[in-house]
């Protein structure tokens, strides 16, 4: 015997112990072709109690469910308005077989009787292709741990399984139940609606609460995993305690129940997520009154989004702002007048007992149901339509099977695999839904975010948004009643959101709890790549202190309207000024003692680099370029360079001719001879020069620019990176010249008063030499935009130490004293050094 054969076999032998013939059933209707119908009428939460027994539970005895009761009246009206008011199936009788499974206690004896045939026998075949059993196809049952029971069965048959509000996502595996579709959304879906509206109101500080079964359990897992990445976090997940099938808490029930509560007054989470059964929250929310406890948004599972009785504790509207998701509202004419009509009427007949089965009975049903009429009416019948429309996906398959004209149809017989594959195919409209299912059996039917309401004037369940499965977008989020005060969203985070340009500080394990640190300046804070690092600026950019993006730096360097500058220009031009008169009266006068003792064609080669040195005073001025820079680190030194070593060089020429040329008179010949003087100065002036290249060689002459220590905002524009250790080495050989000078000035003080050059000299020399340690001192301690306009003022004030200082006095004696400027003048005083010497 094979496989599927035993497999069988065990169900047929199951099916002869269970199946007990009970009273008269109000549950069936006779019809050509009959729909099984699986509904929760009464609960047991526990579901396990009957397990110690070999008998089929007595359903009657567990807590009413009046939406199950209103989802069966939905099966009845849908076929009935089929068989007389609808164009489908034409000449065919729908009937239908309905049967209560106490939520998840009783699966297995209606599945089988639903499979066997009239004769309640179930037989063992090789090929079920061509097997009828009593029904074509199965509507409901309602939760998943009962339909994942039921469809392991009939996807052995292959025979159409429609479910109402099952969401679990395991059903949606074709490879393991095959015959299954839903007439809702997935709980892919109604998590992504819950995330969704957390994101919306901002709330990422949760606590989730689900039941201690498959259902709390797996949709707490998948909210945890939809949660992360969006800055969502769960400050805490419990698991609420299995109730007593009678409802009555145990102290252990209490006691847990208590813990929670507790729990839950002392977290700072204001939203409370609870995915479970109603009647598991029974007791939850009776310790929740009985504490007081309030001020929090509940926002519930399809489980319990709109049941009558929890709605029925009036005390929770002072328990917070309950929300839940649930499917859309779809009002089905007539329905309401139906359901009133049948309890005002009475029970319908039965059938003989013979041809019934267990928990087919209801004896509270229609009265229980009445008291809830007003809600049911005002709440939309939401999941109502789900079994509506499940009932016309199989007509409407059925409808295609037989080849029903406009008046008839062809009664043949169905098998279940054929109807099946008519039922993936259907699409329609249905009171302006279209029903149509997807690949996975689903049908995309739209949810909605409703809020409870217990102002009976309108809806209990007042819808304030929808999200839409095939965009997976929550839209058109409208007013909220919140209960709070002044009507204030409210706020459940455990840390506040940071202001712009703080970044985020972790503190402790969860990602929603951090402190809020601002971005120092001259770096910000990039919401999009990273809220935990604040990134820097690039090198021409800065920031203020929590600073979102950086702004360019405003580039700094001398301008001429800048008071600095144009004393600097004003000095330099006095400068220039005097330097071209100097040049003028030495020209007039150049065979007069006075030049020719000042150096005669020596004079000349110094004052035209001190003319020159003016003239490119500008270069330092404005914004620098390449040829600009090329001027300050090329002219500026040769020019005072040459300078410096004539003034050397006219020093020493004076200390030889009255002091060295009777001791040495071979090396003061060829001194003469040769033009020492001359020679001097173009030696002293090829190897400034080859400074100079060296230095352009080893670096870019190409504008630089540096933060301003002092103002970070600032960039500074400058000529040279390593300006500091190219300055001391550039000046390297000035300074040594400056220092000679001195000497030779200092040994020449005992000189005739015309060649005494000494004071003039040694106050040049020595104004320089102080000007350019100054220089290098005050740039080793600030680097701003300042010391550029020193480097142009130290220059510009030794080029006049050597232009008012060494050439000014000999102008005053040419031009006002003339007397002096004699040749016997000069004579007398060489005369009367050689006396004194002498």
């Not at 030499?769 to 510009?796: A, N």
Request: proline share 6%; with cysteine.
């Amino acid at each position: 015997m094979g496989r599927w054969a035993r497999m069988i076999c065990s169900l047929f032998l199951l099916l002869q112990v269970l199946v007990e013939p009970a009273e008269n059933s109000d549950f069936y209707l006779t019809g050509d072709y009959l729909l099984g119908g699986l509904f929760s009428l009464h609960a047991n939460v526990k579901g396990t109690v009957h397990l110690n027994y070999l008998q089929v539970p007595k359903c009657k005895e567990y807590e009413m469910k009046v939406l199950g009761y209103n989802l069966m009246q939905a099966m009845r009206f849908a076929v009935e308005e089929i068989n007389n008011h609808s164009s489908l199936l034409p000449g065919v009788l729908l009937g239908y077989e309905m049967v209560d499974v106490c939520y998840i206690s009783n699966n297995v004896q209606p599945v089988l009787y639903f499979l066997a045939q009239k004769d309640y026998f179930l037989p063992i075949q090789e090929d079920y292709s061509s097997y009828v059993p009593r029904v074509v196809a199965v509507i409901g049952p309602d939760n998943s741990e009962s339909v994942v029971t039921v469809a392991n069965f009939l996807s052995l048959f292959l025979l159409p399984q429609i479910t109402y509000s099952a969401i679990s996502d395991q059903l949606r595996n074709k490879h393991r139940f095959p015959a299954l579709l839903r007439t809702m959304p997935s709980a892919d879906h109604h998590v992504e609606a819950i995330a969704q509206l957390m994101l919306h109101f901002r709330w990422n500080w949760i606590v989730v609460l689900v039941s201690s079964d498959d259902y709390g359990r797996d949709n707490g897992q998948r909210l945890s995993e939809r949660l992360t990445g969006r800055d969502i976090c769960i400050a805490f997940q419990e698991s609420l305690p299995a109730p007593q099938p009678n409802q009555v808490a145990t102290p252990e029930e209490h006691s847990r129940l208590g813990a929670i509560v507790d729990k839950l007054q002392q977290s700072t989470a204001r939203v409370v997520v609870v995915f479970s059964p109603d009647l598991a929250l029974h007791n939850f929310f009776r310790e929740v009154l009985r504490r007081n406890f309030t001020g929090v948004v509940w926002i519930a599972s399809e489980s319990w989004a709109i049941d009558p009785v929890l709605h029925s504790f009036t005390e929770l509207r002072h328990a917070g702002t309950f929300l839940a998701v649930t499917t859309q509202s779809v009002p089905i004419p007539g329905f309401s007048e139906f359901r009133v009509r049948r309890w005002q009427a009475g029970p319908p007949s039965g059938r003989n007992s013979q041809g019934s089965t267990c928990n087919q009975e209801c004896d509270e049903c229609f009265n229980t149901t009445k008291s809830f009429n007003t809600i049911l009416t005002l709440s939309g019948e939401r999941v109502v339509y789900g079994v509506y429309s499940a009932v016309y996906a199989v007509a409407h398959a059925l409808h295609s099977l037989l080849g029903c004209g406009e008046t008839n149809c062809t009664k043949e017989v169905v098998y279940p695999w054929q109807l099946l594959k008519e039922i993936w195919k259907v699409n329609f409209t249905l009171l302006g839904h279209q029903i149509i299912f997807d690949h996975e059996g689903d049908m995309a039917m739209p949810l909605d975010i409703i809020q409870w309401q217990w102002n009976m004037s309108q809806s209990p369940f007042q819808s304030i948004a929808s999200y839409y499965p095939a965009q997976r977008q929550l839209k058109n989020i409208s007013y909220i009643s919140w209960h709070t005060p002044n009507n204030t969203v409210p706020v459940s985070m455990c840390s506040k959101s940071c202001q712009p340009g703080q970044r985020k500080k972790p503190v402790g394990t969860h990602s929603c709890c951090f402190e809020c640190i601002d971005c120092l300046p001259g770096t910000f804070l990039n919401q999009t790549a990273d809220e935990y690092d604040c990134q820097s600026c690039p090198n021409n950019k800065w920031s203020h202190r929590s600073g979102t993006s950086c702004f360019r730096r405003r580039l700094a360097f001398l301008e001429w309207h800048e008071a600095p500058t144009i004393i600097v220009a004003m000095l330099a031009a006095l400068g220039f000024f005097s330097t071209l008169a100097i040049m003028v009266i030495f020209w007039r006068h150049f065979q007069t003692p006075m030049v020719r003792s000042a150096g005669g064609p020596m004079c000349f080669l110094m004052l035209t680099p001190l003319l020159v040195a003016y003239m490119v005073v500008p270069v330092y001025v404005g914004s620098p370029t390449v040829s600009t820079c090329l001027c300050r680190q090329t002219l500026f030194p040769i020019c005072f360079t040459i300078c410096i070593s004539c003034i050397t060089v006219r020093s020493f020429q004076i200390v030889c001719i009255f002091k060295m040329a009777s001791r040495l008179p071979r090396a003061y010949s060829y001194w003469v001879r040769y033009h020492g003087p001359y020679v001097s100065v173009g030696f002293i002036t090829a190897l400034k020069v080859a400074t100079v290249v060296g230095i352009l060689l080893t670096t870019s002459p190409n504008p630089t620019t540096r933060a301003d220590p002092d103002d970070p905002q600032i960039m500074i524009l400058s000529c040279n990176p390593n300006f500091r250790g190219l300055l001391l080495f550039s000046t390297g050989l000035d300074l040594a010249l400056s220092v000679v000078g001195f000497s030779f000035a200092y040994m020449g003080k005992e000189l005739p008063t015309n060649y005494n050059e000494a004071k003039f000299i040694t106050l040049s020399m020595t104004f320089y030499f102080t000007s350019s340690v100054s220089l290098c001192t005050f740039m080793s301690v600030y680097s701003g935009v300042l010391v550029t306009i020193m480097d142009l003022l130290v220059t510009v004030l030794n080029l006049l130490a050597i232009s008012l200082g060494y050439f000014g006095p000999k102008c005053y004696m040419i031009l006002f004293y003339p007397e002096r400027n004699t040749q016997a003048y000069f004579n007398s005083m060489i005369q009367g050094y050689t006396m004194r010497k002498d």
